[in-house]
């Protein structure tokens, strides 16, 4: 059984920058491919990005494409989600998860996943 912990949320001002990290509490191996996820009130969870589990190949939702950056530190076992010129509409609680595998490669499916995290509330002010 893996655990991850994300942290790094909070409240911030349209434009601001926030930097989310997920972590397995435990020991837990390098290799899983991973993700991150958001859900906001009322409505379902969606797919935020995903990358690797070497770190090569990264995937982003539309809506943060060329704001958000995901980025995975095998040393500490450790990814990051960048998050610049946010907005609004990004708040919501976002999750990380841990896939072992994505089958048919469908990295953006909550249901390829085998672990997740707690959450992080974010908050953007406008």
């Known amino acids: 059984q893996v655990t991850l912990v994300e942290s790094g949320g909070g409240l911030v001002q349209a434009g601001a920058s926030l930097r989310l990290s997920c972590a397995p509490s435990g020991r837990a191996p390098s290799t899983y491919h991973m993700g991150w996820f958001r859900q906001a009130p009322g409505k379902e969870r969606e797919f935020v990005a995903a990358?690797?589990?070497?770190?090569?190949?990264?995937f982003y939702a539309d809506s943060v494409k060329g704001r958000f950056t995901i980025s995975k530190d095998n040393a500490k076992n450790t990814v990051y989600l960048q998050m610049n010129s946010l907005k609004p509409e990004d708040t919501a609680v976002y999750y990380c998860?841990?896939?072992?595998?994505w089958g048919s490669g469908k990295y953006f499916s909550p249901n390829e996943y085998n672990y997740w995290g707690q959450g992080t509330q974010v908050t953007v002010s406008s």
């Open positions: 990358i690797t589990w070497t770190g090569a190949t990264t």
């Open positions: 998860a841990a896939a072992g595998r």
